[in-house]
């Protein structure tokens, strides 16, 4: 059959079972755009920002597990977009973006709109192809799918000339049936010997912890997980992206560790004699300082990427491998174990949490973040799919918001970047139309990305963002409290009226200034199907603690004084 | 001089003779931060696969990190660590230098039959100087020629190979694609 560029792009793209993707056209691309009306079967959402389009179809492919499409135009369609693959290059999540180039006989030349994407892109993505002929594209679409969605997932870049999608080739089966990678090798199963010295370390240990990472979600390996720390009584703490790998009510669960984890995981690792570290990556906001990071205890490493193991915290076994093979050829060696002493030293730990804990001790009137989380988390049954932005706000979601279902928290965690939630969660609600979508997000980050509003009306997409209002750029004004004398410069924020600038793109909306609004937020948000805006007015000053202060010991934590002494 | 502070660690890699991947390698180095001592790349008897060596310094990175990480590279076929097993190693200079007097150039000759290098172009002024040998041996041979007086020098950096039956090879072939448009041109670093 023969058929155009951008027809073949197109037809390979659904029978990659491509539902929607997210773009936004311009010159170069404009042919794909035109034969998008012969493909109804794909729809095309039209984002206000290229990143939007990024971090949609991001927030949809860690929502679904599926690979996530975004579309954009060359020059700067491409250039925007590259905030977006740097961020899921980070958290690992696979997409394919899709950008025009100009014609192959001007690339080189500085034409209009030319920038070299492949280039600017290379740092950035697990992999990048400029497709320099049409007969090439079914093969390339394959690839580009293949090396996003296996292995360690990551975002992939299709690179292609004007006249590429014009140009006319021959169509004929999808999959080729060529698919060859001669230096792409996933790993997949462990190596006996690795398994049998991790089975002893398991054997031996007194005071073992599980860091349960991302790699277990995509992984799918969470009922392993769950299995191993329940039949070696191991207790398990999570990573940011970890979180919901094991549901947190679970009793051998103590939550997320790290920069602002829980006190207690922190003490834990510390004091732990064996730590078994599955899918993460020791990045440095969970270690604080690496040359006292858990002196006492020996450890396993369990990662499918091999230049994680020993990068950053020599281990003791460093298995190459997918978890969920790993784990379940592990599980049959498993000893029955429990360690009641560990459990219950890890409960002390907890215990003095509470003590210090602001939501179940606060009188002040002044809604505080920490509230309006803890509540939408109650009024949401736990059960919401939250999509966070970056700083305050994002770490208070972690600490009490606990989640009971892999991939219902969507976060930008290795990379950081402010404007992801409200995108992303637009593109989660397109992966999970049936689940109540909740974008969490700040006053700084929701401005960077605020324009989606137009889109997710466009759309009319049922997302409802909460935006929690404390008229500062609060993570930072945090750092500037504690490290620069409270010299707040450059945090301090001149807001809109986020409502009414709701009501301009047509979205209904309500303001919460008290914590007896909340519940009313809630039913009101649940009301209205399609986008609907809340904006928390909350105390501007607010710490998120404990806090390990950069590059500091793990249990050098910053605590909030317990109830009943001076407050900071 | 201990050697072992001064260890030096060879990677071989086979990479697939595509555009672009020679800049996906030295991009790679240049964002883990890993210093190299010399990079050569050359095709192979096998015109869709191009061979690289490269040199680095262990003192300053971990030589299995970097192993791993060019594995990442969807486009680097095999990679190992060439100088932890027995093999070879050849670095080649040419270098020019002052042969104006018969001291000069007495000197030269002289160094040429110590050294396994040979002159392989002789003017009124000067003369160019090939040398191939191990690293050491050209670095000793370019030391004792300073007094006679250099004035010009390129060198290839290492390559090397492992000794014996043990190969480096990939039995990969490239998938065809029919071209609309004739032939394109897909293999060139």
């Not at chain 2, 300053?60 to 660590?81: F, S």
């Amino acid at each position: 059959m023969l058929l155009t560029g951008a027809e073949i792009l197109l037809e390979c793209l659904i029978k990659e079972g491509v539902e929607v993707v997210f773009g936004y056209p311009g010159g170069a691309i404009l042919p794909t755009y035109d034969s998008m009306t012969k493909y109804p079967q794909i729809r095309h959402v039209l984002v206000r920002h290229e990143q939007g389009a990024s971090h949609m179809a991001d927030g949809y492919a860690r929502a679904s597990g599926k690979v996530g499409v975004c579309i954009a135009t060359s020059g700067p369609g491409a250039t925007n977009l590259v905030t977006g693959l740097a961020t899921a290059l980070m958290d690992s999540v696979g997409i394919v973006a899709i950008t025009g180039q100009v014609a192959r006989g001007s690339i080189g030349t500085d034409a209009f709109q030319e920038t070299d994407v492949t280039g600017v892109t290379l740092p950035v993505t697990k992999h990048n192809y400029l497709v320099m002929s049409a007969a090439e594209i079914p093969l390339v679409v394959e690839e580009a799918f293949h090396i996003a969605r296996s292995g360690r997932p990551g975002p992939v870049l299709i690179d292609i000339p004007k006249d590429v999608q014009t140009e006319k080739a021959e169509f004929g089966s999808y999959p080729t049936g060529k698919l060859r990678l001669p230096g792409y090798k996933v790993a997949s199963s462990a190596d006996e010997n690795d398994l049998a010295e991790a089975i002893r370390l398991i054997q031996e240990a007194e005071r073992p912890l599980i860091l349960a990472g991302h790699g277990l979600i995509m992984g799918n390996a969470t009922q392993q997980l769950q299995e191993l720390a329940e039949i070696a009584g191991i207790p398990v703490t999570l990573t940011l992206l970890g979180k919901g790998a094991l549901p947190e009510q679970h009793p051998l669960c103590i939550g997320m560790m790290g920069m602002h984890g829980h006190a207690a995981s922190n003490h834990a690792i510390q004091e732990a004699d064996l730590l078994i570290a599955l899918g993460m990556r020791f990045d440095d906001r969970v270690t604080g300082n690496l040359k006292t990071y858990s002196p006492l205890s020996r450890k396993i490493h369990v990662d499918i990427d091999p230049s994680e193991i020993n990068k950053n915290v020599k281990v003791d076994v460093g298995i190459v491998g997918d978890l969920r093979t790993v784990l379940t050829q592990m599980l049959p060696h498993v000893p029955r174990k429990q360690h009641p002493e560990w459990v219950r030293r890890i409960r002390d730990w907890q215990e003095d949490g509470s003590e210090r804990d602001i939501v179940t001790h606060y009188t002040g009137s002044t809604l505080l973040g920490a509230q309006v989380i803890n509540d939408l988390w109650k009024f949401t049954d736990g059960n919401a799919v939250t999509v966070t932005d970056v700083g305050q706000h994002q770490m208070l979601e972690a600490q009490y918001y606990p989640h009971q279902r892999p991939s219902t928290l969507l976060t930008s965690g290795g990379l950081g970047t402010m404007g992801f939630g409200f995108p992303a969660a637009i593109g989660a609600k397109f992966a999970k139309p049936d689940e109540e979508v909740w974008a969490i997000v700040g006053d700084g980050g929701f401005q960077m990305t605020l324009a989606e509003l137009a889109t997710a009306r466009q759309e009319n997409v049922d997302v409802n963002i909460a935006i929690l209002n404390n008229g500062f750029l609060g993570m930072v004004r945090q750092w500037q409290e504690i490290f620069y004398e409270q010299r707040y410069h450059a945090t301090p924020m001149v807001n809109p009226d986020f409502c009414k600038l709701a009501e301009a793109y047509g979205i209904p909306s309500m303001r919460v200034t008290s914590r007896d609004q909340i519940k009313e937020s809630v039913d009101f948000a649940r009301s209205i199907k399609g986008p609907v805006l809340i904006e928390y007015v909350i105390l501007k000053e607010e710490m998120v603690y404990p806090m390990v202060p950069s590059g500091a010991d793990l249990d050098k934590m910053i605590r909030r004084p317990k109830w009943g002494e001076t407050q900071p | 001089m201990s050697t072992n502070a001064n260890k030096k660690h060879i990677i071989s890699a086979l990479v697939e003779n595509k555009p672009g991947v020679l800049n996906r390698l030295v991009s790679l180095f240049r964002r883990r931060n890993f210093n190299i001592d010399s990079l050569t790349v050359g095709r192979t008897h096998k015109p869709h696969v191009s061979r690289m060596t490269i040199v680095i310094d262990g003192q300053r990175l971990n030589p299995r990190q970097m192993v791993a990480n060019l594995y990442k590279l969807v486009n680097v076929i095999d990679a190992r660590m060439i100088s932890e097993d027995l093999h070879v190693e050849r670095d080649m200079a040419l270098v020019k230098v002052r042969t104006d007097d018969t001291e000069s150039f007495n000197a030269v000759t002289e160094l040429c039959e110590r050294f396994p290098a040979r002159i392989i172009d002789m003017g009124m002024q000067v003369a160019i100087v090939e040398i191939t040998a191990r690293t050491e041996l050209v670095e000793e041979f370019i030391n004792q020629l300073k007094p006679i007086g250099i004035v010009e020098l390129v060198r290839t950096g290492v390559v090397a190979m492992g000794r014996g039956v043990r190969t480096q090879d990939t039995e990969y072939e490239p998938a065809s694609i029919s071209m609309n448009g004739g032939e394109l041109e897909r293999y060139s670093v």
